[in-house]
């Protein structure tokens, strides 16, 4: 089978996920410059098979968009449009960083380390692919 990929899309830095060859199990890649993501992509897909692709959705509590939202459908738009093959999704993200915060501190990572945003954003993208999966 093929991996599915997820980001945590954002205007700096770009949190990537993936799964194992059965997509059962999400694990962080890495938090990549979100100005360099499609050339990371277009690597990653060359080594690996990815038959999907999950993408947080930055919804607010009161069910407005987050104003990255735009750029999203510009990057899904040129994603698509150089892999036509691989099936986008859209997951809810509400709460996600502050799971992820959670998840470094229950794992016993230091406030320091808790500190520094990319080790936030690829736990995102994990948890974002985790619930993806869930309902598959």
């Known amino acids: 089978m093929a991996r599915i990929l997820a980001l945590d899309y954002g205007g700096k830095r770009t949190g990537v996920a993936t799964t194992d060859e059965m ?11 979100t100005n360099k993501l499609m050339d990371f992509l277009t ?9 999907d692709l ?8 009161n069910g ?7 750029e999203i459908l510009e990057f899904i738009k040129k994603f698509s449009q150089k892999f036509p093959n691989i099936t986008i999704h859209r997951e809810n993200e509400m709460f996600t960083s502050k799971m992820a915060s959670q998840a470094l501190i229950s794992g016993g990572m230091k406030k320091k380390k808790r500190q ?6 690829k736990i995102s993208a994990t948890i974002i692919l985790q619930s993806f999966l869930s309902r598959k």
């Open 23 to 33: 997509q059962l199990i999400a694990s962080p890649i890495d938090t990549i410059e």
């Open 43 to 51: 690597q990653y897909i060359a080594q690996e098979k990815v038959s």
């Open 54 to 61: 999950v993408i947080g959705f930055p919804q607010k509590l």
């Open 64 to 70: 407005e968009l987050n104003d990255i939202e735009k």
């Open 116 to 121: 520094e945003k990319g080790s936030l954003d």
